[in-house]
């Protein structure tokens, strides 16, 4: 099947879940008002500086004796993967940026020693290219049940348990993240940093 590119995602800030990255815990851990209102600040920034852009595509997917094949080609190793698909028969492949210019105010900030604001950019950077990704996933979910098909709730990624990361390279082709100004280092990292991909199993309704 053909893909979705969606450009200007639009999400809302996850501020409990930026602090939770950052070790605070709601009704646990303490900040004082200034220091609450820096975090804040910074937060808000970062995410000014992120530009979402995703893509999705549903595609064909079996089990296999050592894990799952996916659009007849693409042989995946992994019994978790294999046992999290089960009997569903179509997966959905997304991927999201946040972009270039949050990475590069992130490496700009360490290296000016300013450790903290570089911590705050990375950790809001991280929790909102998810947040891309569930906005994706909840767009491909309403086109689903009109099918009478949903999304499992839970998403798997390459470099996740069992599942090799060296398999980023088939969602990068699949995807065509090319199109997206992403491209792959030989390690099978993603750039710009902040660029995440999943994979969702789809099954029927009822």
Known sequence: M????????????????????????????RLISSQKDRYLKLIEDAFMLCDLTGTGRLCRAETIE???????????????LKKY????????LIAATAGETIGKAIKDLTLHNQLMEASVY???ASEIVDEALSWLSEWFNEKLRRLGKALSPRRFSAGYGDFALKHQADFFEILGLA???????????L?????????????KIG
């Open 2 to 29: 053909a893909k979705d590119v969606f450009k200007g995602i639009k999400v809302t800030i996850p501020y409990a879940k930026i602090f939770r990255r950052l070790g605070y815990r709601v009704g646990v851990s």
């Open 66 to 80: 050592e894990g799952i094949r996916v659009e007849k080609q693409y042989r995946w190793a992994s019994q978790s």
């Open 85 to 92: 698909l089960g009997l569903e028969e179509e997966v959905l």
């Open 122 to 124: 990375d950790a809001t």
């Open 179 to 189: 199109d997206l100004g992403i491209s792959l280092t030989p390690s099978y990292m």
């Open 191 to 203: 750039v710009p940093e902040k660029s995440v991909t999943a994979l969702v199993a789809v099954g």
